[in-house]
């Protein structure tokens, strides 16, 4: 009976010990399982974190660097539309509209007074003195000796604008020529002409005037009138 009893104390004992070992090592299964599902889980949500504050930092940087570069883009756009806006382009003589005045008609100090008017919506600009032909010569006339210097100097002209320039009429000959028509034509700083018009002088009263000279030659643009009138 003792011997049955040990057996069964002891088959007990085994089962019990049996018992809390399973139990101790399903706990500890289910602590490590725990553990590692834990320290899984803690490392996908520094990553899934990570992932998030990096993504979200390029896109912010990218961003930033986006709007950045385009508004630069857009000040530079702005800024060579305004550049090429405040520049105007020189005058080549088709936009402008030209009359011609005689005065002082065989007297001393007789001059061909000729006005141009920017008749374009732009401005523009010239330099230097008119290319002139009178009447049905094929030569150009010289600039002045006698001018005031600063021919080289850009006069802009805004549209409805004016510019002055005259031909001053010699008879130092009996050879004369008359004529009642010349041709102008803009010069530019290296000599060259754009289109002539052909013209007709007139006088005061709007008439055409005849004009007669043995020599003559040409003043440079100005935004006066010429001859102190």
């Given at each position: 009976m003792r011997t049955s009893?040990?057996?069964?104390?002891?088959?007990?004992?085994?089962?019990?010990?049996l018992a809390l070992g399973?139990?101790?090592?399903?706990?500890?299964?289910?602590?490590?399982?725990?553990?590692?599902?834990?320290?899984?889980?803690?490392?996908?949500?520094?990553?899934?974190?990570?992932?998030?504050a990096d993504s979200a930092g390029a896109q912010q940087v990218t961003g930033t660097v986006g709007k950045q570069a385009t508004k630069a883009s857009k000040t530079t756009a702005k800024a060579?539309?305004?550049?090429?806006?405040?520049?105007?382009?020189?005058?080549?003589?088709?936009?402008?509209?030209y009359s011609v005045l005689h005065r002082f008609a065989k007297q001393q100090g007789e001059h061909l007074l000729i006005t141009a008017v920017n008749a374009d919506s732009?401005?523009?600009w010239v330099t230097s003195y008119p290319s002139v032909m009178l009447g049905d010569t094929a030569n150009v006339l010289p600039h002045s000796k006698h001018d005031a210097p600063g021919g080289k100097t850009r006069i802009t002209i805004r549209p409805g604008g004016k510019i002055y320039s005259a031909v001053a009429l010699f008879r130092d000959s009996a050879k004369t020529h008359t004529s009642t028509s010349l041709s102008v034509a803009m010069r530019d700083q290296t000599g060259d002409t754009g289109p002539?018009?052909?013209?007709?002088?007139f006088n005061a009263k709007g008439t055409p005037s005849k004009f007669t000279w043995s020599a003559a030659d040409v003043?440079?643009?100005?935004?006066?009138?010429p001859y102190n009138f």
């Amino acid at each position: 009976m003792r011997t049955s009893r040990f057996r069964i104390a002891t088959a007990a004992g085994a089962t019990t010990a049996l018992a809390l070992g399973l139990t101790g090592f399903i706990g500890a299964g289910n602590a490590t399982a725990g553990g590692v599902q834990t320290h899984t889980g803690s490392i996908g949500a520094s990553a899934t974190v990570a992932a998030h504050a990096d993504s979200a930092g390029a896109q912010q940087v990218t961003g930033t660097v986006g709007k950045q570069a385009t508004k630069a883009s857009k000040t530079t756009a702005k800024a060579g539309s305004a550049k090429k806006a405040a520049d105007p382009r020189q005058c080549n003589g088709d936009e402008m509209s030209y009359s011609v005045l005689h005065r002082f008609a065989k007297q001393q100090g007789e001059h061909l007074l000729i006005t141009a008017v920017n008749a374009d919506s732009k401005p523009c600009w010239v330099t230097s003195y008119p290319s002139v032909m009178l009447g049905d010569t094929a030569n150009v006339l010289p600039h002045s000796k006698h001018d005031a210097p600063g021919g080289k100097t850009r006069i802009t002209i805004r549209p409805g604008g004016k510019i002055y320039s005259a031909v001053a009429l010699f008879r130092d000959s009996a050879k004369t020529h008359t004529s009642t028509s010349l041709s102008v034509a803009m010069r530019d700083q290296t000599g060259d002409t754009g289109p002539a018009s052909e013209l007709d002088a007139f006088n005061a009263k709007g008439t055409p005037s005849k004009f007669t000279w043995s020599a003559a030659d040409v003043l440079n643009w100005n935004t006066a009138k010429p001859y102190n009138f």
